[in-house]
């Protein structure tokens, strides 16, 4: 709902602060969305490994470098779709759209109808502390499992970064938001309930940087002799496989995309050469590369050979560093008593529910974020120890650094924020200034902004503000 909100009005930490805290929020996205990005992949990776040891199970023997050569498959297959087929992501994503909501409703009614013995009513609603297996006491063993429900902080923040290539984005982007939200509960409330009462062997799912849903597809769907139907496991596979992929395409874009408005606000290094795009492909191709390729993407996938902890790792540091770049305008808002928004409201906004919203949703960000921090296991070892703490400060010291070398001096801030904070400007001319130094000239119609251009505010000999 917050989340909305802000899409709906944008925010700005002021004209002093902006351009820092704009910066900072740039960044921990950013490095957030790569490592979704790896976290996507390697679940890819590890559907393709098990689709494949569905007809193999006598033969096959899992290895972990096995995932990482799938995983360069699908990285460098959405990189291509990205950049080659830009135009025909947007029908894909219909298609996507049709996997998720049609598939998800098959696979909950073969894995609520196959099972020839389901599990219990006390395993699925009263067994959790006999099967917690953490180390840690049952009330706080629940607070860390809920990092695997707020990996699809995602979804609403994806849609968010496509803000300008969309008609209304004030309006279109919270009506997305609320879809999301409420389409995906239902659906994965339904899918969870399905799945536990599938479970029949819950031994069989222990361990680390594997892909337990498949086991859980093939006990679901064994004949009546405790056979496995391998049909029916590779079917609801390529359900799921079907919809990932296609996610991991929207996120490859996601993921330029971000850099791409990065380069052009001259956060980055060489940002003439990844702020460019390609007009023929209507894709920022040198961007796409760079974060698919040598950023970080393929490093990052190759962490879970040598850490059996390290998907955990991937998907918590996206996660916390996402979180991170929420809290800091919501923060921005709250210490300044939100006075820095425009006067006229977004298609969607809190009203006066806003300030306590915002410091609500501060609070729980900096809760869930040290939760997140936590060992996965307890007592701890060196193998099965949380890093995140260690990748969250040293995102922000990298940031850090990079502001103080370039960015104080050369990023002018957000050069677009007037097409957004002033959407329903009045007919007529106006100037804004949306960052120290930075100021932009909005031109008004009946349906919003018609024209903006931005100019940097001169001191008296000339010399741009910093």
Known sequence: MIIASEVSISHTGGPKYG?????????SNFYGWMFDLAALIQIMANIC??????????????????????????????????????????????????????????????ISAMPRRHASNHFVWG???????????????????????????????????????????????????????????????????????????????QGFNTYPLAKIYAQATAHADGTPNHGATFDSLFIIFCSSLLCCVS???????????????????????????????????PGTLFVATALGAIPLGAIPLGSPTAFLNLTGSFIILTTVSYAIPF????????????????????????????????????????????????????????????????????????????????????????LYIHDSVPSGRGKVEVSEGVEVSVRGGEGGVEEFEEKEKKESDGRRLP
């Open 251 to 285: 996120t490859v874009l996601t993921n330029s995309r971000i850099y791409w408005a990065l380069a052009r606000d001259n956060a980055v290094p060489l940002s003439p050469l990844f702020s460019r795009v390609n007009e023929k492909l209507s894709c920022p191709v």
């Open 19 to 27: 351009r820092i805290l704009g910066f900072f929020t740039g960044w």
């Open 331 to 418: 923060a921005a808002n709250v210490l300044t008593r939100r006075q820095y928004l425009p006067s006229v409201p977004g298609s969607f906004s809190l009203g006066k529910f806003g300030m306590p919203i915002n410091i609500i949703a501060v609070l729980f960000i900096v809760l869930f974020n040290i939760l997140f921090c936590f060992p996965f296991v307890y007592p701890t070892t060196t193998v099965t120890m949380n890093y995140n703490s260690v990748i969250l400060v040293g995102v922000m010291a990298l940031t850090a650094v990079w502001w103080v070398v370039h960015a104080r001096r050369n990023y002018p801030g957000l050069k677009v924020m007037g």
């Open 127 to 205: 067994s959790f502390t006999e099967n917690n297996l953490t180390g840690w006491p049952g009330g706080l063993a629940f607070l860390l499992g809920v990092l695997n429900g707020a990996f699809t902080v995602g979804t609403p923040d994806a849609v968010t970064h496509m803000a300008e290539e969309l008609p209304h984005p004030r309006k279109d982007l919270p009506k997305a938001i609320g879809l999301q939200i409420g389409l995906g509960f239902l659906c994965a409330f339904c899918f969870a309930i399905a799945l536990c009462y599938a479970i029949t062997d819950l031994d069989a799912l």
């Open 49 to 110: 490994i098990s689709m494949y040891s569905v007809y193999h199970q006598t033969t096959y023997t899992y290895e972990p470098w096995q995932v990482y050569i799938a995983y360069l498959l699908v990285l460098w297959l959405c990189t291509a779709a990205v950049i080659f087929a830009n135009r025909v992501i947007p029908h894909t994503q219909n298609i996507g759209m049709f996997f998720v909501i049609v598939g998800g409703i098959i696979t909950i009614i073969v």
